[in-house]
Structures are given as structure tokens and as C-alpha cells.
């Protein structure tokens, strides 16, 4: 007899923390150069970033983001965008000070505009 429970959507997000938008430049340290990149969400357990970078999943690296500096590995990549893991979550004051950082850099671009 077939199951009536429902499969699991593959493409469901299944992600265990929400993501927040953030715009920072920041720089990839990975198989011993530093890359810069473009940080566009975050969360306690990782980030996506914007980088042209071919980078296999399962690279060790680590993130360098001003007052930010945290070992990552990354998850996936496609087309000009990869995710990236962090080995300790980030605490909700990390994420708080990226956020302020990135408002306070949009803010300020917007002003020179």
C-alpha cells in the first residue's frame, strides 16, 4: 500500500536560521590567497557572498569582514554567488554591528549620490 504522507518539497527552504540583507565588501581568505567579495545576507551560521571566485564546496576559508574574522567552509556556488558556513555561529550582537555597518555605508553612499 502507497503512503498518503506527503514527500518533502526538494526545494524547500531548510534553512535553520533567517537571513538577514546586508551590502559589505569583505575579503575570502582560501587556499592561501585573500579574495575580496561582496557580503549580501548573513545569519548566526553563515553567509552568501557575491564573488566571481570558482571555489570547490568543502573549502576551507575564512571570512574577513572589519571587526568580523570567522573560519567558514563553503556549502555551494552559482553563477557569481556561494554560501560559505561559519565553524561558530555569530551571536546577535556580531549580526547587529554588520547591519548598523551596512545601513551606516548605504546611508552614506546614498548621501554622495
Known amino acids: 500500500m502507497a503512503s498518503s504522507i506527503p514527500s518533502p518539497d526538494p526545494y524547500a527552504d531548510r534553512r535553520i536560521y ?4 546586508v551590502a559589505l ?12 567579495v561582496q557580503l549580501l545576507d548573513l545569519s ?3 553567509a552568501k557572498l557575491s564573488s566571481p571566485l570558482d571555489l570547490a564546496v568543502g573549502t576551507t576559508a575564512t ?7 570567522r573560519a567558514a567552509v563553503v556549502r555551494w556556488q552559482s553563477a557569481g ?3 560559505v558556513s ?9 549580526i547587529a554591528a554588520l547591519v548598523e555597518r551596512s545601513r ?6 546614498n548621501t554622495h549620490d
Open 44 to 46: 548566526p551560521g553563515g
Open 25 to 36: 565588501p569583505a575579503f575570502l581568505q582560501a587556499n592561501g590567497d585573500r579574495h575580496p
Open 104 to 109: 551606516a555605508l548605504q546611508a552614506r553612499m
Open 18 to 21: 533567517p537571513r538577514v540583507p
Open 86 to 94: 561559519f565553524d561558530t555561529e555569530l551571536d546577535a550582537r556580531e
Open 81 to 83: 554567488v556561494l554560501g
Open 63 to 69: 571570512l574577513d569582514c572589519g571587526t568580523l574574522g
